[in-house]
């Protein structure tokens, strides 16, 4: 086991050709590859994603994100001068006001108000929280989700630049609550098709919510990783979920999480023996190389950007050496990175 206080954040760096960023997602949602890594021995298999349930048997529990994207990023001018603004909607806090995060920052001190499409929708900074982001007020006729919905754009990854053309495709066909500022990816391989293949073979479906908040693009300033400080996430598990996880684990069977999202809800849901709690709460659980996990027993998920908490939390599962390996082989292979790149598990 690495020594945790001792892990760097330039022991997860790899070099990724551009080229390999997925900026487009594919035609059929389950015909991404699918890079399966034995997290014991290292081996790597090349499949393809609508194989997935060849390697889920029954009793297993299936743990997914069922949170929805909001059109969360918004296109405004600063209604004194005019000045072209964009507020990025992070988190809710009350009714009315949210954190949010402002570009350009410098134009936005507490008192200046923003207005949205003709001042159908206007916002009010009220103060500068810590990171630099900001509280806002909003005000607006009616349902302020209907408002969104006509004004807000989806908030793709920095990295994606290419425009979207079906809003549904950065949503999982799961999606059910809204309130994420970025999608749980592994989740977008999922058609309806393949979960009622999954659950015919008797494999048991959880769902949970955890709200994605931009944190999850934050990159890891510090240099230890026992520096580094994770960004809180609401999160929810109901009865029946905890009821589905629980009777996996007390019957020896697996509990395959789709996403580093639904692994760290459950992660942080459990108690020390592996039971999850039904409830809510936040959460900054933070899972690199030498964390001990309590719950999942494999993960699906997609290709993660070098040095991000993403790439050290498969490091956690599979170990450190053996995914920086499976990664170069799928990057020689020429698989599809990031948001809407292919899918890996990890068993």
Known sequence: ??????????????????????????ADRSASRLLTLDRETGEVRHQVFWEIADFLSEGDCL??????VIPARLLGQKEDTGAAIEVLLLKRLEQDTWETLVKPGKKAKPGTVIKF?????????????????????????????????????????????????????YQTVYAKYEGSAAAPTAGLHF??????????????????????GLGTFRPVKAEYLTEHHMHSEYYEIGE????????????????????????RT????????????????????????GYRFKVLDALITNFHLPESTLVMLVSALAGRENVLAAYQEAIEAGYRFFSFGDAMLIQ
Not at 1 to 26: C, G, N, T, V
Not at 240 to 263: L, M, P
């Open 240 to 263: 029946e979920a905890a009821e589905k996880i629980n009777r996996a684990k007390q019957r020896n069977k697996r509990v395959i999480c789709v996403g580093t999202t639904s692994c």
């Open 117 to 169: 499409g003709d001042g159908i929708l206007r916002g009010e900074v009220l103060e500068v929280l810590e990171e630099g982001n900001r509280r806002i007020r909003f005000s607006y006729e009616g349902i302020f989700e209907e408002v969104l919905d006509r004004l807000g754009e989806m908030p793709l990854p920095p990295y994606i630049t290419h425009k979207l053309e079906d809003k549904n495709r």
């Open 191 to 212: 058609t309806k098709e393949l979960l009622e293949q999954i659950e015919a073979k008797g494999v048991e479906t959880a769902y949970v919510t955890l709200h994605v």
């Open 1 to 26: 086991m690495e020594e945790r206080q001792e892990l760097k954040k330039s022991d997860f760096y790899f070099d990724l050709p551009p080229e390999l960023i997925a900026q487009d997602p594919l």
């Open 266 to 289: 459950v992660e942080s849901a459990a108690d020390e023996s592996g039971m999850v709690k039904a409830g809510c709460g936040n959460t900054e659980i933070f899972i690199y190389p």
């Open 63 to 68: 743990v997914l994100n069922n949170t929805k």
